[in-house]
Nanobody, 129 residues
Framework: QVQLVESGGGLVQAGGSLRLSCAAS????????MGWYRQAPGKQRELVAA???????NYADSVKGRFTISRDNAKNTVYLQMNSLKPEDTAVYYC???????????????????????WGQGTRVTVSS
């Protein structure tokens, strides 16, 4: 079993910064993509940013130039540095790893079963105006 645990949310004034962290733990064989989604009240969950194990990144247009996603593969941890925060960034932020192979899905150093999709419990970010 694999768990994703987020930290770093909180209350900040507009223009401020926060850094979110998400650590994956458990019997991990490999994780390709790790990312962040967010869900504001009354809205659908949306992708904020994602990063592959090779360092390729993808951002929502609304956060480009303000947010930076990074990753420590050795620690199975992904970070989201959020700068110049706006009230519209207020949401619950969820960590996601959509293609996780646990050691139970690998044999002889190769994956033999399909990957699994994991989500964190969410961390709340509130930006006041």
């Amino acid at each position: 079993q694999v768990q994703l645990v987020e930290s770093g949310g909180g209350l900040v004034q507009a223009g401020g910064s926060l850094r979110l962290s998400c650590a994956a733990s458990g019997s991990i064989f490999s994780i390709n993509v790790m990312g962040w989604y967010r869900q504001a009240p009354g809205k659908q969950r949306e992708l904020v940013a994602a990063v592959t194990s090779g360092g390729t990144t993808n951002y929502a247009d609304s956060v480009k130039g303000r947010f930076t996603i990074s990753r420590d593969n050795a620690k199975n941890t992904v970070y989201l540095q959020m700068n110049s925060l706006k009230p519209e960034d207020t949401a619950v932020y969820y960590c996601n790893a959509p293609d996780v192979f646990s050691t139970a899905q690998a044999l002889g150093g190769m994956t033999v079963l399909p990957p699994l999709d994991y989500w964190g419990q969410g961390t709340r970010v509130t930006v006041s105006s």
